[in-house]
């Protein structure tokens, strides 16, 4: 089960970090920031794209090699799980996201929920 799930993630995170470098601008203009200068496409380039494609190979280490299950675990629990507090505690400030980055809030939830039951398991077995 955490094979899976680690593979899982993996190929979503390493998709995403993709897709994040060779369409920059266009996200940027979907999420209402167009007009973006180098240096804030260099920052989303970086932090969305290049920390999902650290991410990505973390989780791929983590399904090949056991003994890299638990951090790859950890780390999808306190950044899925930062990102999803984040989003639920800016709600006052903001209001309702768009319909896709609410999707991303209940991903990144449900993936930290996940990876904690799984470190748990992992845990109990020890």
Known sequence: ?????????????????????????TIAENLGIGGVNTDGLYE??????GVSLGAGLLCLLGAIRAQLQRPALFFLLTYTGGYALGRLL?????????????????????????????????????
């Open 44 to 49: 989303l380039r970086s932090n969305y794209g």
């Open 90 to 126: 800016a709600l006052p400030y903001d209001g309702l996201p768009s319909a896709a980055l609410i999707a991303y809030g209940v991903f990144e939830a449900v993936t930290a929920t996940i990876a904690f039951f799984l470190l748990r398991r992992l845990a109990s077995t020890a």
């Open 1 to 25: 089960m955490v094979r899976l799930f680690l593979a899982v993630n993996t190929i979503l995170f390493l998709g995403f970090g993709v897709h994040v470098f060779l369409h920059t601008p």
